[in-house]
């Protein structure tokens, strides 16, 4: 059992999105979370002083799938169809360390005893890092529906965050009204109703051109970069040079035997700034892609919901056409036409802010991260040099 | 120190179709062995990975043979056979011997040689000195795999990567040969450096590795037959045996865990290529004019890092990783020296049985009074009183040759890796000075983000 309960280095982990809790109103974060067998248990606490909450302060245990739970009830609500769904938290993937847990097991003979604490040490921080990543991602998702005017005062946010009762029976409940419908809906057909779309608006025309290719673009870095950073594994072999290397110091006489030692303690320290080198680019790169490749996700279902709209528009025209030829249920055709048009302002209206404002979230976002990633990696060689440096010279003078 | 590419001319080789091959009458397991032609390749002078400094043992002259070992055959062959096709044709490797020392003819000579050129002089040194203690030092592998792929003509990486790896490797070797001073006077060390034409090897099958390993493992066999345990009464030879087993497990090890470095390393900078490739996409794709064009210089620093990474990999190689890979059959040779050591205990033990054996028989003679057998038997006497003199003889001196010979590999070891890891170190220093460079170049780019 893990549990995490540092503040700050929590600031430093909140790199995807700028600071959200700046509205002392409501304030929601996740101090703290047990880990038992892969199941994450989040402890939710907020801090309010709107009156519609029972308490000023409180707090709720959660699993992953009542997070699940809100998004979708939210994703489900007509009113909410204007404005970009804050994307649901990816479930706790703890396969990385697993695997390396297997790893270590199997290997357990042929590594020596120091090799075997460090490579148990390794895997502990990993486990805590992917574990520290998913707190992260399900608070970040709580805080962007807490800092949206609409999204706060959502009933069932208030359930989530203030129902100190199991959320079981009420997820189970959701599932048999609505299906999943609207979810696997926007997930098949959006693309084609997208781009079908003869669109008037020069706004939504170059969002839905950019949209649509920035997704794909987005999807295939992520994936890379993915690929790239699980692949940095350098420091893994560091270790087991060091190993080696202690090994071979071992048998030899006094002055290349301490000749040995110093190279295994330099790959030794050298192994420590790689795998900082390699977490910091996951977090702040590859973590970053992660995410808005889910946000450009949303943020195209909206696009989506607005074609839609639209289709809904343009068929009540043609049935109030029909119905004025036919002369029959003329009022009905045209009150229906009225809200199909009132309904596709709406969206239009509010898709337009939201896909402004998440443009410039987007660009604060990475720019942020770019620089953190750039400022640490630049850190990290820089100390690379320093201990390299430091022991050519005691290696030179030995 | 990253390898420039050899190039191969097309003219010199057509890849088309398997033509005749003329059989090897010397080796028939050795499909590749009948030249045709020579292959042209266009590549640098390089220096050698090994540099030697002076050594005393040989002359008091400070500059030693310097041996530069590149392949550049800027003129096609004259005598090609028949029709030419790749899987005939021989790499060539040209040798430039540049010294001071009167034993050569000449101050500088440059010859050319083939990859068995090498293995028959292994051969030939391994056969006079082995024997008498000395540690040859083993000529590098044979790689049928690497070797087909070069000869029909493939100029893909692998390829031009497998040259270079030949080609240092016999570069090594042949410094290391030199570097010992007995095998430097050798005559057949110095027609191969000198003589512009060398009798073809005669057998490539015994002088492949394993055709060496052979030999070392019959005189372990020899050595685990004995009858008679040795017993050894210098001390110093049990324990470096043992000192000798211990490094060869340690070195194998080290080995493995560099050999993997490489490999995470080459892979490493394989991923970094490809993101570098999305993330210029991800750029273009951009709408945001500052963010894109922070995107793609974020792509350019990626590319120039996994270039970075596949540099540093090729360090890893070529500094350590081959190395160690030559230590590892170096100690094989050092072990196969111990146990020509107890072959010769084994040769004087076996004599003094035999001397025991004809006193014990002439003794029978005496009173059979048979005056030639037993004028036999005394002839016989003192020609296995010889044999055993000359038994202890060589057992005396082969133990005082391997205890200087493992001296001077002590020595030279230590010496090797000191400046291997100095050199490794200095790369890995150099590696990290350039990303500090690249990223710092990027960080006001991403400032610039508005």
Redesign the interface.
Known sequence: MTSISEDSDKEKMRSVSVDLNNDASLVIDIPDALCERDKVKFTVHTKTTLSSFQKPEFSVPRQHEDFIWLHDTIVETEEYAGFIIPPAPPKPDFEGPREKMHKLGEGESSMTKEEYAKMKQELEAEYLAVFKKTVQVHEVFLQRLSSHPMFRKDRNFQIFLEYDQDLSVRRKNAKEMFGGFFKNMVKSADEVLISGVKEVDEFFEQEKNFLLDYSIKIKDATAKAEKMTRSHKIADDYNHISGALNNTAADNNTAFKKHLEKCAEVFEKLRKVEDRMASDQELKLTELLRYYTRDIQAAKDLLYRRARALADYENSNKALDKARLKGKDVAQAEENQKQCLQKFDKLSESGKKELTSFKARRVVAFRKNLIEMTELEIKHAKNSVSLLQGSIEILKSN | QSPEAARLSAEDISPSSNGPRDDDPDDPDDLFAEATEEVSLDSPERQPILSDGPSPAITPVTISPRVDVFDRSPDLVKHRLSSCDGMNAYMVYKVMTKTSLSIFSRDEVCVKRRFSDFLGLHSKLASKYMHMGYIVPPAPEKSIVGMTKVKVGKEDLSSVEFVEKRRSALERYLLRTVKHPALLKDPDVLQFLESSELPRAVSTQALSGAGILRMVNKAADAVNKMTIKMNESDAWFEEKQQ?FE??DV??R??HA??E??VY??K??SV??A??A???A??G?????T??SR??SQ?AEVEEKIDQLHQDQSYADFYLISELLGDYVRLITAVKGVFDQRMKAWAKWQDAQVMLQRKREAEAKLQYASKPDKLQQATDEIREWEGKVQQGERDFEQISKNIRREVGRFEKDR?KD??VV??KY??S??HT??Q??KY??A??PE??A?A
């Open positions: 000192q211990n490094l340690q070195l090890k080290l865990s560099v993997s470095l995470h390393r892979e490493l991923n970094t490809s993101f490739k999305s993330a996409m991800l273009n794709s951009e709408d945001h500052a963010l922070a995107l974020l230590v890796f000191r890891i100095m170190l200095e890995l220093v990290q000075q990303l500090i990223w710092e990027f960080l991403a400032k983000i």
